[in-house]
């Protein structure tokens, strides 16, 4: 495939930014006037006041975190639930109204956070007593973008992750390089310690585009990751190593604010760490094109959620990586 031509101008590009700018949702006509049309909109805390971002925190617990709806209790503990629960909670609130930790909301649920890190550097209790270097990577992600970039919490984070790569730079759930059963990854009574990864066994691009987040949301961070991120492009629409969302069809299975790895999620990473575009990414990125409907959405599978403006919002993160790299839609 012949590599993709810049184009700082598209009719079509701007054509579904003034659509989306025209949206009935306050804050993605915000953010595409900010990112996309670079129309001057005022501080973002204008959309701390918006009724949707009130309802999430007034179910904000004392302790600074929600409660996670149900739950098995075999599987992990309350805390860790809610662990869980607040980790999705910040997503809506950082990418959707833009909270950072000026907001005394989003200052507490980072606390409660942080209270899950363990002197190691990473954070646990989502996958009981193992790593979850997914997660960490995540949460990483969400508090540097609230503004903990500098947090001396965060820098041990990173250094844990750098400690436990697979041997081709990326990353895996170090559990899953010990060949432990899914049914047991949870049992922190048939496993009370966590497992150091099998660093021979290759990288899973589900776990790599998780942490690549982090690294991604600090500029400062993107030297130290030049082989994961070519290895993560070159992943791009293939199985993953490991069952956990191996399939394929999981790239096209998108969320907002992203969770998982998907496409979008993945683009979104790429762009913002600077990758130029190299035929992986040229043949994801024309997929992507072929998946644009005539009202400007695109015909992907959406998880996590039944917001009616999520298309939306999945629009708005692919017309980011779009202008990030210069390419029209």
């Keep these: 495939m012949p590599p993709l031509k810049k184009a700082p101008k598209s009719s079509h590009s701007l054509d579904l930014a003034r659509q989306l700018a025209a949206s009935g949702n306050p804050a993605i006509a915000y953010f595409t006037r900010r990112d996309l049309l670079q129309e001057p909109v005022g501080p973002v ?22 409660k996670y709806p149900g739950g098995k209790e075999r599987i992990r503990s309350r805390e860790n639930y809610n662990q869980l629960e607040t980790f999705r909670q910040v997503g809506f609130l950082s990418a959707m109204f833009g909270f950072d930790r000026a907001h005394p909301a989003l200052a507490r649920a980072a606390e409660f956070l942080f209270s899950f890190q363990t002197d190691e550097g990473d954070f646990r209790g989502i996958y009981g007593s193992q790593y979850a270097t997914t997660y960490v990577g995540a949460i990483m992600e969400l508090l540097i973008k609230a503004g903990y970039a500098r947090d001396p919490r965060i820098a041990k984070a990173f250094n844990w992750l750098l400690s436990v790569r ?75 190593s490991y069952g956990d969302r191996g399939d ?82």
Aim: glycine fraction near 6%; charge should be positive.
């Design 248 to 329: 394929v069809g999981y790239w096209e299975r998108v969320s907002f604010p992203f969770w998982f790895t998907d496409i979008v999620s993945a683009l979104d990473t790429l762009s913002s760490l600077g990758f130029e575009p190299d035929e992986h990414v040229a043949a994801a990125i024309e997929k992507l094109r072929k998946l644009r409907r005539k009202d400007g959405t695109f015909a992907l599978k959406l998880m996590k959620g039944k917001d009616k403006d999520l298309p939306q919002w999945i629009s708005l993160a692919i017309c980011r990586c779009f202008k990030r790299w210069g390419l029209p839609l």
């Design 166 to 240: 697979q041997s081709d730079g990326g990353w895996a759930i170090p559990v899953r390089t010990r060949s432990v059963p899914f049914s047991e990854i949870m049992d922190s009574k048939r496993h009370p310690d966590p497992m150091a990864p099998d660093p021979s066994w290759p990288s899973s691009h589900l776990v790599t585009g998780m942490v690549l987040r982090a690294f991604a949301a600090d500029p400062a961070r993107h030297a130290q990751v030049h082989q994961a991120t070519a290895w993560f492009a070159s992943r791009l629409y293939r199985r993953d």
């Design 45 to 66: 805390s204008v959309l701390w006041q918006l009724k949707q971002a009130q309802r999430i925190v007034a179910r904000q617990n004392a302790d600074g975190s929600w």
